[in-house]
């Protein structure tokens, strides 16, 4: 990390001058503020090897064209099919990200095909690609699709995880939204109070995530004309954002906005 520099101090070189001096000072090893840094950093991207903990900085800080070119040197240089799955994985979150839906969906696709060739059916690895295929299906607008691999991936998660797991309730939410476009209201219900339901039990009462799943059965009887429900669940969406945010914070507002439109 001796790269790492500090700003120390800057200056106008004299009052007719446009140009600054910067003096720069080289931080150290044992430097506190650098290591938190750098620890949280760590914790935030994974990868078998440091230019694959590289791409995922790079996707979450929206490089995303720089994302692009590493992970498309790195699928010329391998021929591992694990590798090779994980590079097609990362190449279609860049897409999906970038909004380039088809591509994305061709990505995951190759990975997943990848991933089909050496692990039976029901492999828990399986269930995320399942489910971000069935996420670019849904931002394309062809819910039948998007349908299809999110059940493919909740089947999975089903067999694979606890009743109460978090990951079952993502997965009962991404199939309730798909239900909610398609317009099958008591469809989506289903399936966003089984998400509530999990949600309750694993997150404590002023969680975000909590908000959100009162805020999400709130929109569904917004739009199935039932304001008395829909005010109810947007409001106890609203209490718990009240106590987990920031008072100017946009979630905020979108509450607001959300219980005045009802």
């Known amino acids: 990390m001796h790269t790492v520099f500090r700003i120390d101090e800057v200056r106008k070189l004299d009052k007719k001058s446009p140009l600054y001096?910067?003096?720069?000072?080289?931080?150290?090893?044992?430097?506190q503020q650098l290591r938190q840094l750098t620890d949280r950093v760590r914790q935030e991207t994974s990868g078998s090897t440091g230019w694959y903990r590289m791409g995922q900085l790079l996707l979450k800080i929206s490089q995303f064209d720089k994302a692009e070119e590493l992970y498309t040197a790195l699928l010329e240089q391998t021929s591992n099919d694990s590798d090779k799955a994980h590079t097609y994985h990362m190449l279609g979150m860049m897409k999906n990200e970038k909004g380039q839906y088809t591509e994305a969906a061709s990505f995951y696709e190759m990975s997943l095909k990848i991933k089909q060739k050496t692990l039976p059916e029901d492999?828990?690895?399986?269930?995320?690609?399942?489910?971000?295929?069935?996420?670019?299906?849904?931002?394309?607008?062809d819910y039948s699709k998007a349908l299809e691999f999110y059940e493919r991936s909740h089947k999975i998660y089903e067999k694979a995880l606890p009743s109460n797991h978090p990951s079952l309730a993502t997965s009962y939410n991404n199939i309730g939204l798909v239900y909610k476009n398609m317009g099958d209201y008591s469809k989506a219900l289903e399936f966003y109070e089984k998400d509530l339901e999990i949600t309750k039990k694993a997150l404590p009462p002023n969680h975000p995530d909590l908000a959100t799943s009162y805020n999400n059965i709130g929109g569904v009887y917004d739009d199935m004309g039932d304001y008395s429900k829909a005010l109810e669940f947007y409001e106890k969406s609203h209490q718990i954002l009240e106590k987990a945010l920031p008072s100017n914070h946009p979630h905020l507002a979108g509450s607001y906005n959300n219980i005045g439109l009802v």
């Open 21 to 31: 001096q910067v003096d720069l000072k080289l931080t150290s090893d044992d430097d």
């Open 123 to 141: 492999h828990p690895s399986l269930a995320p690609t399942y489910s971000n295929i069935g996420l670019v299906y849904n931002n394309m607008g």
